[in-house]
T-cell receptor, first 114, second 118 residues
Framework: SQTIHQWPATLVQPVGSPLSLECTVE??????LYWYRQAAGRGLQLLFY??????ISSEVPQNLSASRPQDRQFILSSKKLLLSDSGFYLC?????????????FGNGTRLTVT | AQKITQTQPGMFVQEKEAVTLDCTYD???????LFWYKQPSSGEMIFLIY??????QNATEGRYSLNFQKARKSANLVISASQLGDSAMYFC???????????????FGAGTQVVVTP
């Protein structure tokens, strides 16, 4: 069966510090991968999605970036965090080409920028 | 423009009663899929049910059913016989076009907070 791992679970970082959130998927190959952000009490905003290694698209311009160094690894980074980067970050995967395939989410990372 | 609208920010429901969560969507694409997710206070996103735009019948999964009214562009979630464990945030989401067109992306509504009371 497929599993998705996301870490760390919580993170408190000062403004201006770097960020690296990691997500890995097991039990499948060539998944589509996604990073979403959820502000407190709000819906999910798509940040990045990837259909393959080094194939990453950004949905919103900001000081975050994403990389996919391996087929089942997706990393969210920032060189300098802003207060507005605080939120709940969720990594997700789905089958490539499956119209009815739901996104399967990791447990998320609660990021607080102080 | 907002593609998914959930107009109920919060709802209270008594245990064992049914509850309907509203969701309307906006798309000009004839091919799309609608999804519902549950998010407990722990934060995990749990997939509940899926409805395709070409599906003739309303989707059902256990106590969850989807009231799909295509002409009205609504996809309301019905939870029957509510349980205390159903207390959570519920999100409606849409995937437009074929998966290869949209790259599987889902657009989410703002969510509805459901509280089930004894």
């Amino acid at each position: 069966s497929q599993t998705i791992h996301q870490w760390p679970a919580t993170l408190v970082q000062p403004v201006g510090s770097p960020l690296s959130l990691e997500c890995t998927v097991e039990g499948t190959s060539n998944p589509n991968l996604y990073w979403y952000r959820q502000a407190a009490g709000r819906g999910l905003q798509l940040l990045f999605y990837s259909i393959g290694i080094d194939q990453i698209s950004s949905e919103v311009p900001q000081n975050l970036s994403a990389s996919r160094p391996q087929d089942r690894q997706f990393i969210l980074s920032s060189k300098k965090l802003l207060l507005s980067d605080s939120g709940f970050y969720l990594c997700a995967w789905t089958w490539t080409g499956g119209a009815n395939s739901p996104l399967h989410f990791g447990n998320g990372t609660r990021l607080t920028v102080t | 423009a907002q593609k998914i609208t959930q107009t109920q920010p919060g709802m209270f429901v008594q245990e064992k009663e049914a509850v309907t969560l509203d969701c309307t969507y906006d798309t000009s694409d004839p091919s799309y899929g609608l999804f519902w997710y549950k998010q407990p206070s722990s934060g995990e996103m749990i997939f509940l049910i899926y409805q395709g735009s070409y599906d003739q019948q309303n989707a059902t999964e256990g106590r969850y059913s989807l009231n799909f009214q295509k002409a009205r562009k609504s996809a309301n979630l019905v939870i029957s016989a509510s349980q205390l464990g159903d207390s959570a945030m519920y999100f409606c989401a849409m995937r437009e076009g074929r998966a290869t067109d949209s790259w599987g992306k889902l657009q989410f509504g703002a969510g509805t907070q459901v509280v089930v009371t004894p």
